[in-house]
């Protein structure tokens, strides 16, 4: 099968990702706008959140984006743009739990009355996960992971944040379509970034809205929702072969810009998370008996093992651990032969 190459479809989004500025609101495909939203911490500057008109004038967002003061100031000067305001939401969609997706939905909803939608899954992992710290950090995987004593307390401390998120009022599953009038957006389910993760594919514009599955320069990390029963690693890289069958859409990601070559991507995408496993394999090919620290500290970190601290710590092992399990099962040994 011949893929699309990767080409980016919006020369100003790529323009300002490269610059590292949020691009200005613009129309694509069918009657859709991105609108760019602020995050903190600069690391990753902007969300693109998505609207689109209904038949009967309604607007639907994919991704209201971080709740940071003034984010509803930014979200009415880009609905500007297509003549419309807050006053016109209808519903509120998001991709994934995660702060820079859902965070803003809580505010909107408020000031608008519109519903917030949400897969199945990923409802229930924010009813689950509220006022509790998220699942990875807890202290039993700490001691599962063999951290040496000397090391415990920075990670406990970042065990211990709270995480706060709206909950759904209508749930979605594979397959549906979102309660959007005169418009046919499906919902494709792609579990790996998060267990209740979804795609947007609005089937007559020819668009796939990937949220966090499939970014144009970023990988996204795995398995950072609610504890699933699956090997996280082992969905995301099912969920990208899935989309790499709509290869004809043009990509419309959560962070930096549109692109064309959906299947060339989420292959480059499989293959990075694949080299860190088969570098997990060979060192537990190694030792067998390595605990997931000692395992971690044989790994090359681009910022070098020794200078890990804190969230960063937390991070390393968890993706160390969730690799670890996923060279054990069937589809592991199958992906690494
Ligand atoms: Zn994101």
Do not use: K
């Not at 067998?288 to 395992?295: F, M, Q, T, Y």
Request: charged share 25%.
């Amino acid at each position: 099968m011949t893929t699309r190459p990767f080409e980016p479809t919006s020369p100003a989004q790529h323009a300002a990702a490269t610059a590292g500025e949020p691009p200005e609101p613009e129309e694509f495909a069918g009657g859709w706008w991105s609108i760019p939203v602020p995050m903190p911490g600069g690391h990753i500057p902007y969300n693109l959140c998505y609207t689109v008109r209904d038949e009967t004038g309604g607007v639907h967002l994919i991704d209201p984006g971080w709740p940071m003061t003034g984010h509803l100031d930014e979200l009415e000067r880009g609905l500007a743009h297509m003549g419309a305001d807050l006053a016109s939401i209808r519903t509120i969609t998001a991709t994934h739990l995660h702060t820079d997706h859902l965070g803003g939905a809580g505010d909107l909803r408020a000031a608008t009355g519109a519903q917030v939608v949400l897969h199945r899954e990923e409802d229930r992992a924010v009813r689950e996960m509220a006022g509790r710290r998220p699942a990875h950090a807890a202290s039993d995987a700490i001691d599962r992971w063999e951290v040496p004593a000397d090391r415990r307390l920075e990670l406990d401390l970042h065990a211990d944040e709270r995480v706060d998120r709206p909950e759904a009022d209508t749930v979605v599953d594979d397959g549906d379509l979102l309660p959007i009038p005169g418009r046919s957006i499906r919902v494709v389910h792609t579990p790996g970034h998060t267990t209740g993760h979804i795609c947007l594919r609005d089937e007559d514009a020819g668009v796939l809205f990937t949220g966090d599955l499939l970014l144009p320069t970023i990988h996204p990390g795995i398995g950072l929702g609610a504890p699933g029963t699956t090997n996280p690693l082992a969905d995301y890289l099912r969920s990208l072969q899935r989309v790499a069958a709509f290869d004809d859409d043009e990509a419309a990601p959560g962070h930096e810009y549109r692109f064309h070559g959906i299947a060339a991507r989420a292959a480059t995408t499989a293959e990075h998370h694949l080299r860190r496993s088969r570098e997990v394999h060979a060192v537990l090919q190694r030792d067998r008996a390595h605990s997931v620290w000692e395992v971690a500290s044989e790994l090359t970190w681009s910022a070098g093992w020794a200078n890990l601290n804190g969230f960063f710590l937390m991070s390393a092992l968890a993706q160390t651990a969730m690799h670890i399990d996923f060279v054990r099962t069937d589809a592991g040994a199958a992906a690494l032969a």
